[in-house]
């Protein structure tokens, strides 16, 4: 087996992982366990394994943290902390498909950002790619009557999951900026990941204080959280960055989009999503519209890599 396939190998066991975080979520959010608590235990769980992945290779210290530290600590409050909150909040709202899909938006939103922060105007692809997003959004937002089983609570998530997507538009550029530097650097980049998600871990904690809701109690659901803390968090993050050192960033950008496909696949065998046109229209066009921004970037951008994650 060549590298390459090896690092494509990886890269698709990680997005297959991640696609089993949005019905894994669901599953809890529909069995009332509290999401906080759901939010903030699959991130330390997370950042244990990459410490003790950073340990065995043997490439754990101090010196990154002390250089990156602002950088690092302005993800992990936006990117990681306030974009994990609603993700998992936006779940006991919306189906995991419904919920990625929006995350999906992502791109749109670094575009967007690129345009006021860097004053980058955006390319003719780049505005087509906006409308498709747009119209993949409407029409989303419109058919409510296509998901009748979701009830009143479809208005709130779909705002929660723009809020979402922009939340994670914003972990895209502040950590393209971080990491583009690092690239086919993959310990480097755990090492960054690491004390992103520490410093999450430990921003979150005080929710426990409050935490009133139901917390896991049957084997399935501390089953489902073990899961998510260390495959989602932990495991494809380490496949993923494998992956990259093997395969090109718009390779990779295409692949990501597998992970809609991968979460509707286990929505529809676990929890019974029906599939429906609205559904249908409003995934692709968002999908595609992720995918023309990831693959027509210019590299004369200074962001160069902003869509690609």
């Known amino acids: 087996m060549t590298y390459k396939t090896k690092s494509l190998l990886f ?8 696609g089993i975080h949005g019905p894994a979520g669901r599953y809890l959010a529909v069995q ?39 950088e690092i600590a302005n993800i992990s409050i936006v990117g990681i902390c306030l974009n994990s909150i609603l993700y998992h909040i936006t ?12 995350e999906n938006l992502a791109p749109v939103f670094v575009l ?8 980058i105007k955006p390319t003719k692809n780049q505005v087509t790619s906006l409308i498709l997003a747009l119209i993949g959004l409407i029409t989303i937002v419109v058919g409510k009557s296509s998901f009748p089983e979701l009830g009143q609570g479809y208005t709130i998530g779909i705002v929660l999951g723009i809020l979402t ?6 972990y895209i550029y502040l950590s393209s900026k971080l990491m583009m ?3 086919k650097q993959p310990l480097t980049i755990i090492q960054l990941l690491f004390w992103i998600f520490l410093i999450a871990s430990v921003l979150m904690s005080p929710i426990y ?3 009133n809701g139901k917390l896991p109690t049957s084997n399935s659901e501390i089953f489902w959280l073990l899961e998510m803390g260390v495959f989602q968090s932990g495991v494809a993050y380490l496949f993923w960055n494998f992956a990259l050192t093997g395969i090109s960033a718009n390779t990779a950008s295409i692949l990501f989009t597998f992970t809609v496909l991968f979460t509707t696949i286990n929505e529809v065998l676990f929890l019974k999503l029906q599939v429906n046109p609205t559904l249908l229209i409003g995934g692709v066009l968002i999908t595609v519209a992720g995918y023309l921004l990831s693959k027509k970037a210019k590299k004369k951008l200074v962001l160069k890599k902003v869509t690609q994650t």
């Open 32 to 70: 009332g366990v509290n999401m906080y608590f759901v939010a903030v235990t699959r991130f330390w769980i997370g950042t244990l394994i990459f410490f003790l992945f950073l340990v065995i290779k043997q490439d754990f210290g101090f010196s990154l943290f002390k250089s990156k530290w602002r």
């Open 181 to 183: 530097n690092y690239n």
């Open 11 to 18: 890269a698709l066991l990680a997005l297959f992982s991640w």
């Open 209 to 211: 204080l409050f935490l």
């Open 165 to 170: 997507g922009i939340t994670f538009g914003v």
């Open 91 to 102: 779940l006991k709202y919306l189906h995991g498909t419904l919920v990625m899909i929006l």
């Open 112 to 119: 967007l950002i690129v345009y006021f922060k860097d004053k």
